[in-house]
């Protein structure tokens, strides 16, 4: 994930144990903070400065403050919780992360404080190895075999929609994406564009 902090450029880099942040035009090591303790598959999400990290078998999440140099556990690491994903990447949306667990536990924490604001089991025991999409005034949440569910944004859990696509038995296994007002989902057969007209 590259970001920018304080005027400087950053390569930042979560993998088991580490999290780095780079010069990219040098790759040399601009910081080093301790990150998730097992493997690490989410992306970094950044918003206004800070690195979200998420990860691990037993899940982890932190928030950490770019900028620093050196060893930066210590002095830029603002918060870190035994709540996150494996799987799934977060999105950031007006001071709340938002994301959907592998297991189907749709999630939302405080961005500043790590505090959990909801936990909630998505109606599926279905699997979830996309990322949540963020789009309108509600995200998007796609499980594997049992469709696509919208939710509201907001510190409650709200399930908008359950839309399933008749006929197609295959694994939704990619993140969606927009275009304008089309949304993109992929099966490990088909793809999709659904438009909002």
């Known amino acids: ?21 780079f ?11 301790v990150g998730v303790q097992d493997y690490v598959v989410p992306c970094v999400v950044v918003h206004d400065g800070i690195a ?8 982890q999440s932190m928030a950490i403050r770019l900028g620093g140099d050196g060893n930066i556990t210590e002095s830029h690491r603002i918060w870190a919780t035994n709540i996150g994903a494996n799987v799934t990447s977060p999105v950031y949306h007006e001071g709340h992360l938002y994301w959907i667990s592998d297991r189907g536990i749709a999630n939302c924490t405080d961005a500043a404080t790590g505090e959990s604001i909801y936990r909630e089991r998505v109606s599926t025991s279905d699997r979830v190895y ?7 005034n509600q995200m ?6 049992n469709g696509v569910f919208a939710v509201a944004l907001g510190p409650e859990y709200n399930e908008l929609a359950h839309n399933i696509i008749d006929g ?6 990619a993140t969606p994406a927009v275009i304008g007002d089309q949304l993109l989902f992929r099966t490990n057969q088909y793809l999709y564009c659904i438009s909002a007209n």
């Open 140 to 145: 998007y949440l796609t499980t594997r075999k």
């Open 52 to 59: 979200y990290v998420l990860g691990g078998r037993k899940n």
């Open 168 to 173: 197609d038995d295959s694994s939704f296994n």
């Open 23 to 33: 010069e990219p035009d040098t790759g040399s090591e601009l910081w080093n903070c």
């Open 130 to 136: 996309a990322s949540t999409l963020l789009a309108g």
């Open 1 to 21: 994930m590259a970001a920018s902090a304080n005027g400087r450029d950053e390569l930042i880099v979560s993998y088991k144990e580490h999290v780095r942040g």
